[in-house]
Structures are given as C-alpha cells and as structure tokens.
C-alpha cells in the first residue's frame, strides 16, 4: 500500500501531526485529487485551536479549501489525469432535493472536509467527480484554493442571495477574509457605492486600499445612521459577515427602501427586526446565505482567469506541508493583518 503525508488532527488545542498515512483508494464516482494548495479559515481554527467544532471522528485529516490536479480519474467519463481542479469545501450527494436543484451547500448528506472526512491537508484527497471544478489555466493553485470558500461564499452572498445589480450601494459589515473579498468582488459585479465597517483600524484600512467610497468605525455611536449618511440615504444591499445580533441590526437598519440584508456570519445570537410598520412599510428583506456552489465557484474562477478579480493580495503567507501547524498557530495568532493562509503539499514540501 502507499503511503503520503497528511497533517491530522487528533485532538483540538494539540498541535496537528503530520504523519504518513495510506493513499486514500477513491470509492466509485469519485477521483483522487493530488492537492497543491490548501487555504486554512477560522473553521480549521474552530476545529484545531478552539475546540468548539468537533470531527466526527480523530484522528481526522484537516483542510477544506483545495486546489490541485487529478492524479486517479477512477474512469470517470468527464476528467482526466492531470485536469487543473478545485474542489468545493463539502462533499455532496448529488441525489437529494438541493444536489438535485443545484444548491449543493444545502445538501442533506453533506460532508465538510476534515469535519466530516478527510481533508485536503495531505499529498491526496479523494472527492466525488462531481464536486470538482476545472480551474482554468490563468488561476494559480494558491489562488484557485482561497476562492473555493473565501471567495465564493461571499460570492455566492452577494450575486445569488443578494442579487447585487450595477451601481447598487452596498454596505459589507465585517472586513475580514469574507467581507474583504466581498469589497472586491461587489467592484467587479458593479456596485455603485461602497461602504465598509469593522472595528480593527488595520481592517478599515485594508478595506479603504482596495478603493471603498467610505469607511465606518463599528465603535461609533450610531453605525446605521453613518452608513446611510455615508450612502445616499441607505443601502440596496448590506452584507453581514461578522455573526453578531448587534451587526445584524446595524446592517438592517443602514437599509433604504427595499434593501436587502444578506446574513453571511453564524453565531448563537438572536438578532431582533424593526418594528413592522418601518420594515414592512419600507419593503426590506433579511437573507441568509451560506456557503457555495458549483456555479459560484466556476463564475469566481471566470472572473480571476479574465483579468477581472486579482485575489493575489490576498494570500499573506505559504508554507509547506510539513509545516501545517505553524501555519495554523500563525492564523491564531492573526499576525501582521493575515487575510489568507496556503499550505502546499506536494514535492519539496518535505513530503513522501
Ligand atoms: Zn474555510
Ligand atoms: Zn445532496
């Protein structure tokens, strides 16, 4: 049997361990995927630092946010050996009433990598062929690995649940991995203005570099009123991606007219509407949305392979495999304004 090298996760607050484990055999209707970049996100951290998300079974694989090329087609009539891939952060079914209607996310079998199965922190992941996206030859591995989740989730917010038209004003309401790649990809769908609050002075001038129209401390009195006044009177699309009741009311209450509030962050809170005579009255909406699709994916790829969405700003550090954990600890530690991590499998990485 032949072995590869994977970063795993025995148990949350250790550091992970990167050992030799067997190749994964891809099971029908699936391929084996030869990983060359993994992003890592808050819910690796979640899962290996903080403990409050928990694996369904360890020692398990980490990652969730790959890209690579097909190493084993396993006969699948579409992909081939060698095929440029990334891959969704979830397996899906295929079968069940979403697979069916194209809202893979919502998929009643879903299985996150490296919760659920084996991650992408390895030399090999297998994946059902129909979870993988062709990554065009434009979009570099690393980059084509952070728009698996960091990308298309706010992509996927703002175009499918938000239904962002041009020149709309649009208010993102956290500017972190999720609310700065929202600022850029609100730019190239072509949003009027933009206007962008976080309470990190370093988020805010992140977000004023990649050319918002304004910026709005989230320690201000009245955020709301800010954001309206800083947006012609309100906004026709606000996206919430910090998790908190209180940003879910800010960013609902920052709405004009028929105005949509798309919710991005979880959390255990309990935002509270408007009172029904303003927010009835005024037409508003408040939309959750989660994760991505196949679709998502393929149209963020487009927009990076045309030129039109530069996400090379946006990956703050690489590191190979054998240094997994390191690369971890250094996304904990939020040092020097990290906006993405990439770990790199493959040859020199110290892997088999
Ligand atoms: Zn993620
Ligand atoms: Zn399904």
Redesign the pocket.
Known sequence: MSTMTAARLHRAGAPLVVEAVPVPVPAPGEVLVAVRACGL?G?DLHLAVEGDLSPVYAPITLG??PAGVVADANDDPHLRAGDRVGLL?AASCGACRWCRAGREALCDAAEVYGMQRDGALADYVAVPARSVVGLPEEVPFDVGAIAT??VATPFHALRCRGELRAGERVGVFGCGGIGTHAIMLARALGAGRIVAVDAEPAALARAERLGVDAVVDAREEDVAREVRARSDGGLDLALECVGRPETVEQAVRSLAKGGRAVLVGVGPGRPALPALHAFVGREQSVLASYGAHRGDLEEVYALVAAGRLDLSTSISARYPLADADAALQRLARREGDVVRIVVEPGPGSGSA
């Open positions: 996100c819910t969730h946010e952060p989740d960091a």
